[in-house]
């Protein structure tokens, strides 16, 4: 099988590094989107299958970076070589951002670190005035992640999620400007 289409060059944060996925990336991303927290917040397949890993790695991944669809998506690492802890992405067309970690791989700041150094590379690299951000309701985790990196709360608001299914969403931006509708974040626990 021929190399996968994906970024050149990794983006560094201070402890992760993104890179293209890989073969090996599948069965850590299958063990990822199979958790209950995988089903009740990311708009991934459900029952998320084998398959389904494979067609993302194999197919959807180096697609964005060949220009077929809008979203470019990293493998998240602690080291170049190292395994997949998560997966980030940017859709152009929506200027956002979106995310998963494996379960070992969390609590451990290493989003964080992974948003902090892909909001830099959509900014400086991309020139996008602002990054969003968004997640259903419920889904503290994520929230924690988009405050603790400088994101603008903007409340919640109707959302569509897998199968067209619709329903609340929190909705956050990062950007250099003073975000006038901002609101205080609500209560993380």
Known sequence: MSELAGPTLPVLGKRVVLTALRESDIERTVEACTT???????DTPWPY?????E???RTFAPGGWRGEHDERVWAIREAVDGELCGVISLRDGVREVGFWLHPDAQGRGLMSDALRALVG????CLAWQEVRWR????NTASMRVAKATGFAY???RE???????????HFA???NRDVAEALPWPTLE
């Open 173 to 175: 931006v990062k950007t």
């Open 159 to 169: 959302g569509e999620w897998r199968d067209g299914e619709r329903g609340p969403e």
């Open 55 to 57: 067609f993302f790695i």
């Open 154 to 156: 903007l409340g919640v």
């Open 36 to 42: 209950p927290d995988a089903e009740r917040f990311l």
């Open 49 to 53: 299958e084998r398959s389904d890993a």
């Open 121 to 124: 590379h959509a900014e400086e």
């Open 135 to 138: 997640c259903r309701v419920g």
